[in-house]
């Protein structure tokens, strides 16, 4: 098992060089036509490789969507560093930052408030029901893949959602959408602090600046937000997005 598992990870890495015929990818792992084969038929199977009219095999879409959502899972997590470290200087609440993985919320980093006030969750994972963060996310997913709740039908049109005793530790919570490109949520950006120390009200007076960190860091993501407070705020411009499309047509212009 372990040989075959090698062995089709060696064709998908020859794939992505180039499209192979069914001799050339025999001929790459140094085994029968037969065994390739079966290889590539399983891959194809998967959507990990795909079969041209030329009867050459290439890489599949498959391999793209799992490529595209791994970076946008985790390159997200660099782009919002300083924004993350920006909210958490101006409230002083500690400020994390999540995403949909494996249909649990996965914290892929936060900003400490009170020294010791919270345990990291930095690497941790938390169920998606019952929490601010999992439901921002949910509310995120598409009509065909996004649970059909009135509550999920509320943050998308509020654009947050809040929660004390997150995930039934002493805490409350307020989160918002991080979007990437084409509006979808790839991410969400929370506040939270003790329970015992911070009530909900005062928590969701900062639901401003923290809508304006999460479309601010939307922005420098490449992605498109509904504009509400960066101006104001952070002072990220709208216009940020849109720039690469701009320039691409002021090029095209001169020329």
């Given amino acids: 098992m372990s040989q075959s598992v090698d062995r089709a990870l060696t064709l998908l890495d020859a794939l992505g060089d180039a499209p192979l015929s069914l001799e050339q990818a025999a001929s790459s792992l140094g085994v029968h036509k037969s065994t390739a084969l079966r290889l590539l038929r399983t891959l194809e199977e998967h959507g990990f490789a795909r079969r041209q009219p030329d009867l050459r095999y290439r ?7 799992l490529a595209h959502r791994a970076l946008e899972d985790f390159d997200v ?5 300083p924004y993350l470290a920006a909210l958490n200087a101006r409230c002083g609440f500690t400020v994390r930052l999540a995403v949909l993985h494996e249909g649990e919320v996965l914290y892929l980093d936060e900003v400490a408030g009170q020294p010791g006030a919270e345990p990291s969750r930095i690497g941790r994972r ?3 029901d019952g929490t601010a963060v999992g439901r921002v996310l949910l509310a995120g997913l598409s009509a065909d893949d996004a649970p059909g709740e009135p509550e999920l039908a509320a943050v998308r049109r509020r654009g947050w959602a809040a929660e004390s005793r997150e995930h039934r530790e002493p805490v409350t919570c307020v989160a918002a959408p991080v979007a990437g490109s084409g509006g979808r949520t790839v991410a969400a950006c929370a506040l939270s602090a003790p ?4 009530p909900p009200a005062e928590l969701a007076r900062m639901v401003p600046e923290l809508l304006c960190t999460a ?13 509400r407070w960066c101006e104001t705020r952070c002072g990220a411009r ?8 701009s320039g691409r047509a002021s090029a095209a212009r001169r020329r």
């Fill in 215 to 227: 479309e601010a860091i939307s922005l420098a993501y490449g992605g498109s937000p509904t504009p």
């Fill in 238 to 245: 709208h216009a940020g997005p849109a720039s690469r499309t």
């Fill in 77 to 81: 997590r660099q782009v919002a560093a």
């Fill in 126 to 128: 938390a169920p998606v």
């Fill in 195 to 198: 329970a015992s120390e911070v």
């Fill in 59 to 65: 890489i599949g879409g498959r391999v793209l969507s």
